[in-house]
Every structure is written in C-alpha cells, then in structure tokens.
C-alpha cells in the first residue's frame, strides 16, 4: 500500500525542506543523540538573551540535584525550557525501577 502511496508525484508536491518542524522530528526518531546537539547549538549560537540563558541554568541545576523521583515527574508536567527537556526525561528515567514499583502497588 505505501508504495502506492509514495510515488514520485508526492515527492515532487512534498518536497523535503532542509530545515522544518517534520525533518527535525523525523531526526530524533532516527538519530541518537540529536536532541542533545540542537541543544548545544541553540545554547551557543541562538541570542536567547542573559535572563533566559540564566533560567535554562537554573532548571538545569535542580533537574540535576533532585532526587525525589516525584518532584521529577511533577517537573515533566511543568512549562520548563526545551533544552532542559532531554536532560529531564534521561533523569527521570534513572528512576524508572522505583516508579515501576510505585505504580504497581498503586501509590
């Protein structure tokens, strides 16, 4: 079916743009690891300004420092920066066990 559905018609009405919302969503799927040089490269070369460059470091800081897996899934479901994102869900995941077994028992 999706050969029919991918012809050379559809490549030509769509083409592949270098930079878009798809292709960067389809290299995280694709590519380990892109995530993170996106960040690096929007921290280094993006003007995000010293107030907001300022509040990344701050939520980075705390990311980093708690260790109530709780307050790290309450993190998840607040409006933090993007680029502390990636660095949110690696550490939540370091308390996958404990939040598997939490959620078993129904707490």
Same mark, same amino acid.
């Given at each position: 079916?999706?050969?029919?559905?991918? +012809? /050379?018609?559809?490549?030509?009405?769509?083409?592949?743009?270098?930079?878009?919302?798809?292709?960067?969503?389809?290299?995280?799927? +694709?590519?380990?690891?892109?995530?993170?040089?996106?960040?690096?490269? =929007?921290?280094?070369?993006?003007?995000?300004?010293?107030?907001? %460059?300022?509040?990344i470091?701050?939520?980075?800081?705390?990311?980093?420092?708690?260790?109530?897996?709780?307050? *790290?899934?309450?993190? *998840?479901? /607040?409006? *933090?920066?993007?680029?502390?994102? =990636?660095?949110?869900?690696?550490? =939540?995941?370091?308390?996958?066990?404990e %939040?598997? =077994?939490?959620?078993?028992?129904?707490?």
């Amino acid at each position: 079916m999706y050969k029919s559905l991918l +012809t /050379k018609k559809f490549f030509r009405d769509n083409p592949i743009e270098e930079l878009s919302t798809q292709r960067f969503v389809y290299s995280i799927l +694709t590519h380990n690891g892109i995530e993170e040089l996106a960040n690096e490269y =929007v921290l280094e070369y993006a003007d995000l300004g010293a107030e907001r %460059l300022e509040r990344i470091k701050k939520e980075r800081e705390q990311i980093q420092s708690e260790q109530d897996p709780d307050e *790290l899934l309450n993190l *998840l479901r /607040k409006n *933090l920066e993007l680029n502390n994102r =990636v660095d949110l869900v690696k550490r =939540v995941l370091e308390f996958e066990e404990e %939040l598997a =077994v939490v959620s078993e028992l129904g707490c």
